[in-house]
Antibody, heavy 114, light 107 residues
C-alpha cells in the first residue's frame, strides 16, 4: 500500500542546515509528485515545495533561497535540505503525494534551538 | 499568490448538527480545492478533492460544493469522531495555499 515516512533529526541548532528524508512505498517517484508541507506548533499548514515526477522542482518564494528538494528514484527517497534555520522554522514537517496530497507521511517534529 | 480566506476559525456543534465551513479564494480557482481533516498529533487526511469528490473511505455525511472563488464544506449529522481541525487547500496554482483552519468542537 501507499506509504510515506519522514525521517531526520529532531533538534537542529540555529543557523544550521536541516536535512530530512521522505521514504515512499507503494508508488514510483517517476509517476508521482511529492510535496513538503510544514506546520509550526499550534498553527496552520504551509506549502514548502514540490519535486515533480520528472525531477523538476518549485519552491515557496518565502523559502526559496534556503530550500532544496531532490530525490533518488532508485531508493524511493525524496530529500529536503533547508539552511540557515531559525527558531521560527520549528515545526512538524510532512511529505505528501501528488497535487492534492492524497497520502501524507506521519510527520517529523523539528525543533530549532541551541 | 492565491489567498484562501477560511471561516469560521472555530465551530461548536451538538451531535447530529450540520456544520458548514467556507473558503474564499482571492481569485478563481476553477474548483481545484481540497478539504482535509486533522486530529491532534496526526497528519492531515484528505477528505474531498476537486470541490466535491469524496475520497475512498470518506463518510457520506461530508460534502463539498462551490465554484469560482467561493467554496463550502459541510458535515451533516456531526459525530464525536469529527472533532478535529479542517483545512482547505487550493491546488490550481503554485504556490499551493491552505486556509487558516477551522477547529470543530462538540458542545
Amino acid at each position: 500500500q501507499v506509504q510515506l515516512k519522514e525521517s531526520g533529526p529532531g533538534l537542529v541548532q540555529p543557523s544550521q542546515t536541516l536535512s530530512l528524508t521522505c521514504t515512499v512505498a507503494g508508488f514510483s517517484l517517476t509517476s508521482y509528485n511529492v510535496h513538503w508541507v510544514r506546520q509550526p506548533p499550534g498553527k496552520g499548514l504551509e506549502w514548502m515545495g514540490v519535486i515533480w515526477n520528472t525531477g523538476g522542482t518549485r519552491y515557496n518564494s518565502a523559502l526559496k533561497s534556503r530550500l532544496s528538494i531532490s530525490k533518488d528514484t532508485s531508493k524511493s527517497q525524496v530529500f529536503l535540505k533547508m539552511n540557515s534555520l531559525q527558531t521560527e522554522d520549528t515545526a512538524t514537517y510532512y511529505c505528501a503525494r501528488d497535487n492534492y496530497f492524497d497520502y501524507w507521511g506521519q510527520g517529523v517534529m523539528v525543533t530549532v534551538s541551541s | 499568490d492565491i489567498q484562501m480566506t477560511q471561516s469560521p476559525p472555530s465551530l461548536s456543534a451538538s451531535l447530529g448538527d450540520k456544520v458548514t465551513i467556507t473558503c474564499q479564494a482571492s481569485q478563481n480557482i476553477n474548483k481545484y480545492i481540497a478539504w482535509y481533516q486533522q486530529k491532534p498529533g496526526k497528519a492531515p487526511r484528505l477528505l474531498i478533492r476537486y470541490t466535491s469528490t469524496l475520497e475512498s473511505g470518506t463518510p457520506s455525511r461530508f460534502s463539498g460544493s462551490g465554484s469560482g472563488r467561493d467554496y463550502s464544506f459541510s458535515i451533516s449529522n456531526v459525530e464525536s469522531e469529527d472533532i478535529a481541525s479542517y483545512y482547505c487547500l487550493q491546488y490550481v496554482n503554485l504556490p499551493f495555499t491552505f486556509g487558516s483552519g477551522t477547529k470543530l468542537e462538540i458542545k
